[in-house]
């Protein structure tokens, strides 16, 4: 009887250790894959986390908007997944972005040419007579830390004052994680 057990434990150990080899994602689901690396699996046959971050563009004030930011799948090696991307925001109204995981960084701003960070524009409001630039001021959101695959990550443009001459001191760039309900 003990004999089947054991074999039963090392041929279900086996069994998982053999997915990520053969391409299917369950495997990473049982197993973290770092511990699967730490076994000598090759980095690349490990699928990583799969999923979505749904990136919501908040524009809270009475003017459209543009908004910008970007995401970066490997900050080890930014040249691999990462991305800018923006969209123009009715006064009053959301627009989403979707970033597939594994995601690393999720941030206002952009990233240059060199990918360096840009947080100087994070978005242009279109007033009436002139275009107002904010910046955002915060840190960008890491997996594991600011957001997990599967929230959504909620990026807000808010007016906070209407007298200051300064646009910079007008609006300001909020972020706040929602997490999923898994």
């Known amino acids: 009887m003990l004999r089947r057990r054991t074999l039963g434990w090392h041929g279900v150990i086996v069994g998982l250790l053999w997915l990520p080899i053969s391409g299917c994602a ?6 973290n894959p770092d511990f699967l690396v730490g076994l000598g699996i090759d980095p690349a046959t490990v699928i990583r986390r799969q999923g979505v971050v749904l990136v919501a563009f908040v524009n809270q004030t009475s003017w459209p908007a543009d908004f910008y ?12 997944g990462s991305r800018n991307f923006s969209t123009s925001v009715a006064a009053q109204k959301v627009r989403n972005e979707v970033v597939e995981c594994p995601v690393e960084i999720i941030s206002p701003g ?36 600011s957001f997990q695959c599967g929230d959504v990550v909620e990026i807000s443009l808010v007016r906070v004052s209407g007298t200051s001459a300064d646009a910079q001191q007008e609006y300001v760039i909020t972020v706040r994680r929602v997490p999923s309900a898994q």
């Open 26 to 31: 369950i495997a990473t689901d049982v197993i």
């Open 69 to 80: 930011a970007f995401s970066m799948a490997n900050t080890a090696d930014p040249r691999r």
């Open 110 to 145: 952009a990233l240059t040419a060199d990918y360096s960070v840009n947080f100087a524009v994070a978005a242009i409001v279109h007033e009436e007579s002139t275009d107002a630039t904010v910046a955002y001021t915060g840190v960008p959101l890491r997996l594991g830390e």
